[in-house]
């Protein structure tokens, strides 16, 4: 069985034409193994039309829908090292964005339609934005000290992240979406190691997971460094937070009703925004992990071993059975649904 910390270290590793999904439909990415290496595949809601959308001998990651769900930015290792590139959601006209000798990665839109993104080109992890066909390359950050991916707020006004301290120890910051200097939002609340940050619908507040052995809890704080709260308090693993569409609820994944001995197996549980509530809704004693909402809140997916390989799945909030969407003998991660933004939804 795979542990959450062998799923956690999957995490951060986490084309031919094929006819369009209508922009406003229930369209998931993923990433998928199947093959024998990692590649961008696509389906629709219910685990139908399930298609790869890039082929080839390198490796295909980190899959992010446009704001309007027409492109899809990812990492490619195509060219000899992780470079940013963009294409259509149905795969063509893939492009390259980014030409550096160090990795280029972990790329995400900002409501605008620019692309922020990671680079090691400065020596350290640091982000940059550029268009959406790869001009107007902008550093937004800069100095030493390692960083996690880029996570826009869903105003576009803010980057939260995760930095590395150099000694150990990591905090949440953010940092202006035009660049600036980060602001640390944690590090005077505790030691213990933070990850995970998640934003909340409206911008303005940040939950993340705070690690003091042996337990991880998810804790939540304002973007101006007010009012921290503890969502969960208890001796087991509590991780993943991912706000609802409506900013109502907070899926997560928990191994509290594991046995001492299963601390790293964990279910999908969700719970109100303010930490009330807490519901198991998969109770399977193989792992599941990774939860993503659908558009409209109604259905949590997320990525279960209980068949073996690491396949996805669906559940509705109220609860019962999951449906599983993947069917085969590969690893499929890193489910991502089209979240369209109203304005284009409803154009």
Known sequence: MMSIKHLLA??????????????????????????????????????????????????????????????????????????????????????????????????????????????????????YAMNADGTGLTALTSGDGDKGPPLPSPDGRWLAFVA??????????????????????????????????????????????????????????????????KLTDNAYTNAFPIWSPDGRHLAFVSSREGTRTEMARGDIYVMNADGSGVVNLTQHPDEDNYPAWAADGSVIYFVSLRDGNAQLYAIALSGGAPTRLTHHGGHDVGVRPLQLRRSEASD
């Open 164 to 229: 590395f301290a150099e000694k150990g120890g990591s905090d949440i910051h953010v940092v202006p979406a035009t660049g600036g200097k980060p602001r640390d939002l944690t590090g005077a609340l505790s030691k213990g190691e933070k990850s995970f940050p998640s934003w909340s619908p409206d911008s303005r507040r940040l939950a993340y997971v705070e690690a003091k052995s042996p337990a991880l809890n998810v804790r939540v704080i304002h973007v101006d460094g007010t009012q921290p709260a």
């Open 10 to 127: 999957s995490a951060l590793l986490c084309g031919l034409a094929w006819p369009a999904f209508a922009v406003g439909a229930q369209a998931l990415l993923f990433v998928s193994n199947r093959t024998g290496n990692a590649q961008i595949h696509a389906m629709t809601a219910d685990g139908t039309g399930d298609h790869a959308l890039t082929r080839g001998p390198a490796e295909n990651t980190e899959p992010a829908w446009s704001p309007d769900g027409r492109r899809i930015v990812f990492t490619s290792y195509r060219d000899g090292n992780a470079e940013i590139y963009v294409m259509q959601a149905d795969g063509s006209q893939a492009r390259r964005l980014t030409v550096s000798e160090q990795a280029d990665n972990a790329p995400a839109w900002l409501p605008d339609g620019r692309i922020v993104f990671r680079s090691l080109r400065s020596g350290w992890a640091n982000f």
